[in-house]
């Protein structure tokens, strides 16, 4: 064979390969010249309103919540948690006639949510039955608790200082309690010679912990607490026989130590009578022009796709999907958006991520990004998801926008549904035809 004819038919072979090289039915399509061909584009209708949430797991969430708390636009947000107390010391020796004379309670902020420094009514309750560390702890909960010990009105006011003793400390939540409790259950009990004072396993199971809450009319801030910070403590000062006039203190805690057996959860109430939406009201049928979503076990955005399911059965391979919502303007300010929003398929029952997630290519996104100065945006990546609902389940299934960590904060935001006239939610699929 001549040899300039080999070589000028391998380098057409090797170009024609080289523009078209197929990457399979789910991914990024073909590629002209190096660069990713998503194919032909097709966009579908969302269908977006509002649904109410029963309740979210809020076991040892990063950061507990206190307040009756009012928002603008999203109604009256009850929070609450509880909280196991620990022994700073196993065993500890106090000797007779020890007398509890104040309880100082100090709790370090990790944040708060509305218009900080207004007053709440606080109220904090023995809890009167054992914490149970193999079960799950929900946000609609109950609690059986004993008569208050702590019952006082409070600024939630993270960057004022408070007065230990020693130093002048910032950012902690402080306030007294009745010092009879801690009296029968921790120096009497210790003095008589109780034998749940030899580890915190035993502790925990004789004095459960602590049910905080605000039984006020409603303030403009819920406030965020670290529970595990190593300023949050319960200082217990005492004295041992009347000849004592050394001030002594010693230290419950909330578990600082990765080996304490830790125990908190939130519980979050709901009344949307003021709210901005109705929820017994919404068009699930056309959808809203706006939609709500809500940490804790508030309110989420619920998700159809009319249309999508003309093309199950084409083998249609499926290169790129994305869903977008714009935020709307002027619903910020001092209220924070989520950092990030969570795509969950909803199977009646249960509810779970979509498969995108499991991805190591792309991610799936969902991460608040600023598109302009005041404008803002969630967008998702659902190639993979788009591609299961039309070649493998050969259904559509809904989706709802869920908060990501909504068990450790009130986080909202009001986003533009598919009816919206200037910021509609998009829904895009790129697909190429497999035969």
């Known amino acids: 064979m001549n040899k300039l004819f080999f070589f000028v038919t391998l380098l057409t072979i090797l170009s024609t390969v080289s523009c078209e090289l197929d990457n399979g039915s789910i991914g990024s399509g073909k590629f002209v010249d190096d660069r990713p061909e998503l194919g032909e ?13 029963d309740s979210v797991n809020t076991k040892n969430p990063s950061q507990v919540i206190l307040g009756n708390y009012e928002d603008p636009l999203f109604g009256r947000t009850n929070a609450s948690f509880v909280s196991r107390i620990l022994l700073s010391k196993s065993s500890p020796d106090f000797g007779e006639g020890t007398i509890c ?29 054992e914490l149970i560390d ?14 208050p010990i702590a019952d006082t009105t409070i600024s939630l006011a993270p960057i004022d200082t408070i007065f230990n003793g020693v130093d002048t400390l910032v950012g902690y939540f402080s306030f007294n309690a009745d010092p009879a409790y ?4 921790i120096f009497d009990a210790s ?32 406030g965020y607490f670290n529970l595990e910070e190593s300023g949050s403590l319960i200082q217990l000062y005492y004295h041992t026989g009347v000849d004592d006039t050394v001030a002594k ?12 057996p830790i125990l908190s959860y939130n519980l979050f109430t709901n009344d949307y009578t003021n709210a901005s939406f109705d929820i017994d009201m919404m068009d699930t049928v056309n959808g809203e022009v706006l939609s709500y979503v809500q940490g804790g076990s508030g309110v989420r955005t619920y998700l159809k796709f009319p249309g999508l399911d003309t093309l199950i059965g084409k083998e249609y391979s499926i290169n790129k999907a994305d869903l977008s919502f714009d935020v709307l303007q002027g619903t910020a300010g001092l209220y924070n958006f989520p950092s990030s929003l969570l795509v969950l398929q909803d199977l009646d029952s249960v509810q779970e991520l979509i498969r995108d997630y499991t991805s190591t290519i792309n991610s799936t996104g969902g991460v608040v990004a600023r598109s302009d100065v005041r404008e803002f945006n969630y ?34 935001v009001v986003l533009g549904g598919g009816m919206h006239p200037t910021i509609p939610a998009e829904f895009n699929v790129y697909f190429t035809r497999s035969k």
């Open 41 to 53: 584009k097709l966009t579908f209708p969302v269908v977006s309103y509002t649904i109410g949430w």
């Open 101 to 129: 004379d104040s309880v100082k309670v100090r709790i370090a902020y990790s944040g708060y949510y509305g218009l900080d420094r207004d007053k709440i009514h606080l109220q904090v309750y023995p809890v009167s039955s």
């Open 134 to 147: 193999t079960i799950s702890y929900f946000s609609n909960g109950s609690v059986n608790y004993a008569s």
């Open 182 to 185: 801690f009296q029968e259950h």
């Open 191 to 222: 003095v008589n010679g109780e034998n749940y004072f030899a580890d915190n396993t035993y502790f925990v199971r004789q004095v459960p912990g602590l049910y905080f809450r605000d039984i006020g009319l409603g303030s403009t801030i819920a």
């Open 249 to 260: 203190v010693f230290d419950l805690t909330f578990g600082q130590n990765f080996s304490d």
């Open 379 to 412: 967008t998702f990546n659902v190639t993979r998801m788009v591609h299961d609902f039309l070649n493998e389940r050969d259904t559509i299934l809904p989706v709802i926008l869920a908060p990501a960590s909504s068990s450790g904060n009130l986080h909202r």
